[in-house]
């Protein structure tokens, strides 16, 4: 929301109040603006994968795994996991496990060190579910920062994935107006984060000139990477 707001002219000194039906309030002098937020990402494939529900399993994974290391030393390192493609995982059984390797093969200062699934003399390192771990230890962390990274590539944005989530919001719309009838305006914000893999969209240049249907006034779609916004025509 931050973000947006230092980008499209005349709102980024009004005030910013969390809310939840809206997700947001931008208020000032002039009035009231209500502002719901929808994260656009990949859906489903013909086979049912789901890669928003895959990296939210990896996440929670290695946020239990650096929990459990932070517990069992004082060492302060930074971890990168790679998971194995469309494996299925269980966070709270692979954790420990990670957290344990990791324990096991901190590097020395300023250096760093990957693990691949199988060693030089082919003994298995890694579980199934992990392709590769790289551990960086430096004097200068001030902390343990472990994250996760994944591939994939980018798909078209196509207007139809616009649309329903435009009608999965408009629904809701009545519900806002009644709790905050202070409003002037209500907005909805689509918001691409392409942090992840099932966020990489390529955006077509037509789909700025595309309209769409829908109750609220206005509508956006925000890149965050690019800081790039398209304020879509109302069919």
Request: net charge negative; charged share 30%.
């Amino acid at each position: 929301m931050q973000r947006f707001k230092e980008c499209y002219p005349g709102i980024a000194k009004m005030e910013t109040i969390s809310s939840e039906n809206p997700d947001f309030i931008l208020q000032d002098k002039s009035g009231s603006i209500g502002i719901e937020h929808r994260r656009i990402v990949k859906p489903s494939d013909e086979k049912g994968f789901n890669l928003k529900q895959e990296e939210q399993v990896h996440e929670k994974a290695v946020n239990l795994a650096c929990e459990k290391f932070f517990k069992s030393t004082e060492e302060f390192v930074e971890v990168t996991i790679s998971f194995a493609s469309r494996t299925k995982i269980n966070a709270e059984n692979l954790a420990p496990r990670i957290a344990e390797i990791v324990k096991d093969n901190i590097p020395e200062e300023g250096s760093f060190k990957l693990l691949k699934k199988y060693d030089d003399n082919l003994n298995k390192v890694l579980p199934d579910e992990i392709s590769k771990i790289r551990i960086f230890k430096s004097a200068s962390l001030d902390g343990n920062y472990w994250t996760f990274d994944g591939g994939g590539f980018e798909t078209e944005l196509k207007p139809e994935l616009i649309q329903k989530a435009i009608d999965d919001k408009n629904q809701k719309l009545p519900n806002y107006r009644e709790i905050h009838p202070e409003c002037n305006e209500y907005w909805l914000l689509l918001v691409i984060h392409g942090f992840r893999p099932s966020s990489w969209f390529e955006i077509p240049d037509s789909l700025g000139s595309t309209g769409f249907e829908y109750d609220f006034d206005k509508v956006f779609l925000f890149d965050v990477q690019k800081r790039n916004y398209f304020d879509f025509t109302k069919k």
